[in-house]
């Protein structure tokens, strides 16, 4: 089972913006819109930021954006906020097989 | 609204059984579709363990498929993870989830196992 692919880490200061990528394959990423997006503080189970690649659950601030090109989906964080520190992992349908894999993480730190 | 919570024993030992149930309060089990579990072993990334249609249809990890069963017990509105064959690399937190393609939008608190003797 494949894992998708995050950076490791991306930062900003207060009020910037920031974007993760989350590369795939043809056989999930890249095949289904079904990818969604979680954010994962310390100790804490994650939480849905993101479904269907670009629709965000009720509940969820609308700086949090995402979007899909081919085997690339990304999260972005417009007017980033303390808060807004924590993990976030990619998460994508790929198939009856391999129902879902998950993204290998990325850190967002608050400068 | 719905909530999810883990339980089972803490403490596995090495060759045993993992035995985990996900108790589903605030709705019934039949009003939504799939339901998942999910760990993340220490400093680690999450991995879908596998899912279980209401129906009681299931989908595994084929890196963990010929260890792993889920099974649903609709009259307590319950579901419930089996491991088999642990070892140290099964020790992790174990969350239990709903949803299906769209995403998991419920998740349990979790609940930390570890295999040692």
């Known amino acids: 089972q494949s894992v998708l692919t995050q950076p490791r880490s991306v930062s900003g200061s207060p009020g910037q913006s920031v974007t993760i990528s989350c590369i795939g394959i043809t056989s999930d990423v890249g095949g289904y819109d079904y990818v969604s997006w979680y954010q994962q503080h310390p100790g804490k189970a994650p939480k849905i930021m993101i479904y269907d690649a670009n629709k965000r659950p009720s509940g969820v601030p609308d700086r949090f954006s995402g979007s899909k090109s081919g085997n690339t989906a990304s999260l972005t964080i417009s007017g980033l906020q303390a808060e807004d520190e924590a993990d976030y992992y990619c998460c994508s349908y790929a198939g009856s097989y391999t129902p879902y894999v998950f993204g290998t993480g990325t850190k967002v730190t608050v400068l | 609204q719905v909530q999810l919570q883990e339980s089972g024993p803490g403490l596995v030992e090495p060759s045993g059984t993992l035995s985990l149930t996900c108790a589903v309060s605030g709705g019934s089990m039949r009003s939504f579709n799939w339901w998942s579990w999910v760990r993340q072993s220490p400093g680690k990334g999450l991995e879908w363990i596998g899912e279980i249609y209401h129906s009681g249809s299931t989908n595994y990890n084929p890196s963990l498929k010929s260890r792993v069963t889920i099974s649903v017990d609709k009259s307590k509105n319950q579901f419930s993870l089996k491991l088999s064959s642990v070892t140290a690399a099964d020790t992790a937190v174990y969350f239990c989830?709903?949803?299906?393609?769209?995403?998991?939008?419920?998740w349990g608190q979790g609940t930390t196992v570890t295999v040692s003797s």
């Open positions: 989830a709903r949803g299906g393609p769209d995403g998991m939008d419920v």
